[in-house]
């Protein structure tokens, strides 16, 4: 079955609007990351947060592991948070990152 | 500050050449992974090293990719002989742990 699976798979915003991004995780992953895809390719880690909530500037993420979900919470958007946003788990072995698919998200001012 | 680097950042070559991609890690870090993206796979493991010992390339093709890591300085990919399906963006990232950091990606084109 599916071992990550990121929703929504689109999502558009207006400049300034707040989005939440979901990741749901089977029970073969843990310490979820969450890295954001830039329209220029690069992948930068946004968090680390294998459980509880941390938060970055308008960025904050909450997983519930028990629950085997993290949510990415983006306030007040920005053109300059376009991308793509990707949540990954490490397999049971801890020797490679299980990727979802991915949220696109699109800000225009 | 730190950062995974990769060289070459593009590589256009014609089908049938050998392709080598050139990743230097975080100092420090004593895992590597190469990963292959592609807009029908998305992002999937190749190879895993953990203090330069191969431990997992199950991902990999191996009849024609290879992985090493000559020293903890530099990891390497080579594909030969390249085919146009090889064609994605191949990223390196290095860690300390679970969490990952990755390099800006080498965009191959294989025709």
């Known amino acids: 079955g599916i071992q990550v699976e990121q929703s929504p798979p689109d999502l558009i915003l207006q400049e300034g609007a707040n989005s939440t991004l979901r990741c749901n995780f089977s029970d073969s992953v843990n310490n979820l990351q969450w890295f954001h895809q830039n329209p220029w390719g690069q992948l930068i880690n946004l968090f680390y947060?294998?459980?509880g909530t941390k938060q970055n500037g308008r960025l904050s993420a909450t997983t519930v592991a028990t629950e085997r979900y993290s949510l990415l919470y983006i306030s007040s958007s920005q053109t300059t948070d376009s991308g793509v946003y990707f949540c990954a788990g490490d397999n049971q072995a801890g020797t490679a990152l299980i990727f979802g698919k991915g949220t696109t998200l699109s800000v225009s001012s | 500050d730190a950062r995974v680097t990769q060289t070459p950042r593009h590589k256009v070559t014609e089908m049938g050449q050998e392709v080598t991609m050139r990743c230097q890690p975080i100092?420090?870090?004593?895992?590597v992974f190469w990963y292959r993206q592609t807009m029908m796979q998305g992002l999937e493991l190749l190879a895993y090293?953990?203090?330069?010992?191969?431990?997992?390339d199950s991902g990999m093709p191996k009849d024609r990719f290879s992985a090493e890591m000559p020293d903890a300085t530099l990891a390497t990919l080579k594909i030969q002989p390249s085919e146009p399906r090889d064609s994605a963006v191949y990223f390196c990232?290095?860690?300390?742990?679970?969490?990952?950091?990755f390099g800006p990606g080498t965009r191959l084109t294989v025709l």
């Open positions: 090293f953990r203090n330069r010992a191969p431990l997992d």
């Open positions: 100092l420090g870090h004593n895992t």
């Open positions: 947060i294998p459980s």
């Open positions: 990232a290095s860690g300390r742990g679970y969490e990952q950091f």
